[in-house]
């Protein structure tokens, strides 16, 4: 697989690679929306601080350069940050997770479906035979974005990573083959990730 984009847009909202400059601004994201993030993301559960934001920003950055995910920041329309969304490589080889959280304020408004959007068609542009979306059964709004954009509901099982404080345990798996793709495994496409 050839290595993502850095920059991402369908013309509405803008998917650009995190920047080290950025600690201050997620920071800032993140506190306004503690309320709404801390039940579903286990980062949030007990607060985030300024230090948490560097050491993300930190870890994207060796993480991006690893191929082992990419995380981008996700800009409305009117160039402020709303939320975070990201690629992972850990579905084994061939495949794509996709991740996504928005700030409180910047719910509503179809912009985790974009992102996800974007980050789907980039997965399947570089390579990936499938893209698959995890959450937590109980967080309906997450569950919402992967049924718009046609992916297929697999099953159910036991969460591998911790969850928020409204975490149930349990996690639907959504599958989207990609385009040509004969069944809902595939066999993956070509080896490791190619800059380029």
């Not at 974009?114 to 542009?125: I, N, P, Y």
Request: charged letters at 25%; proline letters at 5%; aromatic letters at 8%.
């Amino acid at each position: 697989m050839q290595i993502p984009a850095e920059t991402l847009s369908d013309g509405v909202i803008l998917l650009r690679r995190w920047w080290a400059g950025d600690a201050e601004l997620l920071h800032r994201l993140v506190n306004e929306s503690l309320d709404h993030l801390a039940p579903w993301m286990p980062w949030a559960a007990d607060g985030y601080t300024e230090r948490d934001a560097r050491e993300f920003l930190t870890l994207t950055r060796e993480s991006w350069l690893a191929a082992e995910t990419f995380d981008y920041a996700i800009v409305a329309p009117d160039g402020a940050v709303a939320g975070s969304c990201g690629l992972m490589a850990r579905i084994g080889r061939g495949g794509l997770e996709v991740g996504y959280w928005l700030a409180k304020a910047y719910t509503g408004r179809g912009w985790a479906t974009r992102a996800a959007r974007l980050l789907t068609d980039e997965a399947f542009r570089v390579g990936a035979n499938r893209v698959e979306i995890v959450h937590d059964v109980a967080n309906h709004r997450s569950g919402a974005v992967p049924a718009r954009l046609g992916f297929t509901r697999l099953d159910e099982r036991p969460t591998r990573l911790p969850g928020g404080t409204a975490a149930t345990g349990r996690v639907a798996v959504w599958r989207k083959v990609a385009p040509g793709g004969s069944s809902l495994g595939g066999a993956p496409r070509g080896g490791g990730w190619v800059r380029g």
